[in-house]
């Protein structure tokens, strides 16, 4: 299987400069092919542009600077943008063109199969750039045994930090998935609850209020530089740490909860979403997108496939109309927060009663015959209420307990 290992750097001053040296040279080649392939009626395959690169060399002296493999990667970068943008196309979407890349747009560059190596230095672990030098690196875990490391992305972030991304791939079988899973939970993710799950957990969501208070006075502080200025770029850091430590408080809760259902269940079905066509949609985007839901799916899906487990996404509608006893369609508006059924009487959370529907769904899917019993049968009386706090501060496991205080509510 494939793994990325995401490391810090510390490279010293003289390091740093090479490095964006060696960025910036990779920006302009960028550049200078998107030109060429704008220029021409016909786009040329990938290895013809790439074999043009030691004719570039000869009147182009900064590329000789950098590691061939690097530039090699730098021209499948534009082809693979170039196939993005045709894939959106294909799909409906209204689309321009490649645009040049200013020096704040493009900040990493990509070691593959050759030009960089792991070195344990009088005990201190580096990393060898070819043509930069040996890095300082902070190996906070270990890179198994068995893996082998396939390319090293090298990218500087907004915050002025150094980050090395190694593509490892790991020769390890894969678990085998359960033909019949007896632990099954279906998930309805939302704003208001996180998750919501069959077990009749209400999973919080997290609470950044105070971390966007942060962000919100250091963006003001930036609105009242001169731009440009030293003053401005030292508080554009500022702003970029802010934002940096919303999205690893977020990454973290989403880590340690999607772990949870994977460890626990044998199926995980939850609703197929265009999580970036929701946050498109008129109103509310801002909840939306700090949600997250894309990424959270994302993370579900490779765990459950890395540990054995069936993922399952499932049509997302009619999962809240839809009664989970016996399947009669109400239509309900988003403030309404009950489910109440007209035709068999049938009450639950709204959450709840999507996420019956949902994991139903995802049993017709996989083909798993699920038990007669009802939802009215099975359902916890009171829904368990875990708040985003327990689950970033102590991580997953806190779920598997209901607490003395959750019972008494």
Not at 395 to 406: N, Q, V
Request: aromatic share 8%; hydrophobic share 30%.
């Amino acid at each position: 299987m494939h793994y990325n290992y995401k490391y810090r750097l510390n490279p010293p001053e003289p390091l740093t400069e090479t490095l964006l040296h060696h960025v910036d040279t990779c920006r302009q080649l960028y550049n200078h092919i998107l030109y060429l392939l704008n220029d021409t009626d016909d786009i040329p395959a990938r290895y013809e542009v790439q074999g043009q690169l030691p004719d570039l060399k000869t009147w182009w002296d900064d590329l000789t600077d950098v590691h061939s493999k690097v530039l090699q990667m730098v021209v499948k970068r534009v082809y693979d943008n170039l196939s993005t943008l045709k894939a959106q196309k294909e799909n409906g979407r209204a689309v321009g063109m490649l645009k040049w890349k200013p020096p704040r747009e493009y900040r990493s560059l990509t070691y593959n199969q050759s030009g960089f190596e792991l070195k344990n230095t009088s005990g201190r672990p580096v990393l060898w750039l070819s043509k930069i030098g040996e890095i300082p690196i902070h190996l906070h875990r270990d890179i198994p045994e068995n893996a082998t490391i396939k390319q090293v992305t090298i990218k500087r972030e907004p915050t002025g930090e150094w980050y090395a991304t190694f593509g490892i791939d790991v020769e390890e079988a894969t678990p085998e998935k359960p033909e019949t899973p007896e632990k099954v939970v279906g998930i309805d993710v939302g704003i208001l609850k996180y998750a919501h799950d069959t077990d009749g957990y209400a999973i919080e969501s997290p609470d950044f209020s105070d971390e966007r208070e942060r962000l919100e006075r250091a963006q003001r502080d930036l609105s009242r530089k001169e731009h440009g200025s030293k003053n401005w770029e030292k508080q554009r850091q500022v702003v970029a740490k802010r934002h940096t430590d919303i999205k690893r408080k977020r990454r973290d809760f989403l880590h340690k909860l999607s772990n949870y259902y994977v460890r626990e269940y044998d199926l995980v079905a939850v609703e197929d979403l265009d999580a970036k066509g929701l946050v498109e949609l008129p109103g509310n985007s801002r909840n939306r997108a700090g949600a997250a839901w894309g990424t959270f799916l994302r993370m579900l899906q490779y765990k459950c496939k890395r540990e054995g487990r069936h993922f399952v996404a499932v049509d997302a509608k009619d999962t809240t109309k839809e009664c989970a006893a016996c399947g009669v369609k109400t239509d309900k508006p988003l403030w309404v927060r009950e489910h109440s059924c007209p035709s068999c009487g049938f009450e639950a959370d709204r959450d709840a009663n999507a996420a019956w529907n949902i994991l139903s769904r995802g049993l017709e899917d996989v083909g798993v015959v699920h038990s007669e019993s009802t939802p009215v049968e099975t359902a916890l009386p009171v829904d368990t209420s875990v708040s985003a706090k327990r689950v970033m501060e102590t991580g997953s496991p806190t779920l598997k307990e209901r607490t003395a205080k959750a019972v008494s509510e």
